[in-house]
């Protein structure tokens, strides 16, 4: 991810994400699954102040050491998300908000994330999250990629081909170019996390399914008209 983060989050993952979230001088913002603290750093630019925490403390070592500007505005833990217990300890209705970019599909039980969250939560308080869009990439799934000759004219069109989608199911998977061993993620469909939500008081009143843009290059799989992403907003009442 580095300094710059990545053309995925670029465009897919902050423009999304930060319609969602609306982000306010003042806010107290709680960031799920840190990483290096790129978008944490990104809130204290929009004038939030955040509270930042990530299960790798090798995570929260480099994501202090890039955050040395905002000393005063975020404060990075290294917290287990799978803990309700310590999850409490964060602080009881702290918080105007609370996001995780990319990383539910990454935890293999979310339950006590979310029934947490509505305490940490104010009145009112959302929570904003994206993950691998459940429809689309599920396991196994084979991206398409098709050039046909139509009357001297080369029409390419994109799809995808799986077998499954409702149970539930652990799987390895490269989430990066360029990463070195893949690493667990956990399908789960789209009523999962909604009904989860809904058991924990909580009501989903945004949505966002974003794509990149054609690009003129047709000699490969792009994600244009099919999401890679959803990002969802539930708001806890």
């Not at 930060?18 to 750093?41: H, M, P, Q, V």
């Not at 964060?90 to 609370?98: I, V």
């Not at 539910?104 to 994206?130: Q, R």
Request: with cysteine; charged share 25%.
């Amino acid at each position: 991810m580095g300094e710059g983060s990545n053309r995925f989050h670029r465009e897919l993952i902050r423009p999304s994400t930060e319609k969602l979230l609306k982000a306010k001088e003042g806010d107290t913002i709680l960031d799920i699954a840190c990483g290096n603290g790129n978008f944490s750093r990104r809130l204290a630019e929009l004038g939030a102040d955040v509270v930042a925490f990530d299960y790798s403390s090798k995570m929260i070592e480099r994501a202090e050491n890039r955050s040395k500007d905002y000393f005063n505005q975020i404060n990075y833990k290294v917290v287990d998300a799978t803990n309700y217990d310590d999850l409490l300890e964060l602080g009881n209705e702290r918080f105007d908000s609370a996001v995780a970019n990319m990383a539910l599909m990454d935890i293999a039980d979310i339950t006590p994330l979310i029934k947490a969250l509505h305490k940490l939560l104010k009145p009112n308080g959302k929570m904003v999250f994206s993950i691998t869009h459940p429809c689309f990439q599920t396991p196994g799934v084979k991206k398409i990629h098709e050039t046909e000759d139509i009357n001297g004219n080369l029409i390419t069109k994109d799809s995808i081909q799986l077998s499954q989608y409702l149970s539930p199911e652990p799987y390895k998977a490269i989430g990066i170019k360029g990463q070195p061993q893949p690493h667990f993620m956990f399908h789960r469909s789209l009523s999962y996390y909604m009904n989860l939500f809904f058991e924990s008081c909580f009501v989903l009143d945004g949505i966002e399914e974003p794509s990149f843009k054609k690009e003129q290059d047709n000699s490969k799989f792009e994600w244009s008209e099919i999401p890679p992403v959803i990002i969802f907003r539930f708001r806890k009442i």
